[in-house]
Nanobody, 117 residues
Framework: QVQLVESGGGLVQPGGSLGLSCTARGNIFNVNAMGWYRQAPGKERELVAVIVTSGGRTVYADSVKGRFTISRNSARNTVDLQMNNLKIEDTAVYYC??????????WGKGTLVTVSS
């Protein structure tokens, strides 16, 4: 059974930093990409950042470019998201995602990030 376990959410002031980590447990095959999505209250889930497993190419939402950095450790099967210069509009539940070449993606349960003064 595959499980994505997220950690690192919490409360931070505007301009602050937080790091999120996701560990993929279980046997996952044919992984195409790992990444993070988020869903703010009253909004749809949106892509934040993904990293393609073959070649390491990264894709970021325009709203987080230059502030967030995604990284992956293939040996540990983890994907991390370093978030700097956080803004109030970054407040959301952040979800870890594993996209496969074939089959449905895997999702974590989510971790709440609150940016507030």
């Amino acid at each position: 059974q595959v499980q994505l376990v997220e950690s690192g959410g919490g409360l931070v002031q505007p301009g602050g930093s937080l790091g999120l980590s996701c560990t993929a447990r279980g046997n996952i095959f044919n992984v195409n990409a790992m990444g993070w999505y988020r869903q703010a209250p009253g909004k749809e889930r949106e892509l934040v950042a993904v990293i393609v497993t073959s070649g390491g190419r990264t894709v970021y939402a325009d709203s987080v470019k230059g502030r967030f950095t995604i990284s992956r450790n293939s040996a540990r099967n983890t994907v991390d998201l370093q978030m700097n210069n956080l803004k109030i509009e970054d407040t959301a539940v952040y979800y870890c995602n594993v996209a496969r070449i074939q089959g449905e993606p895997y999702w974590g349960k989510g971790t709440l990030v609150t940016v507030s003064s």
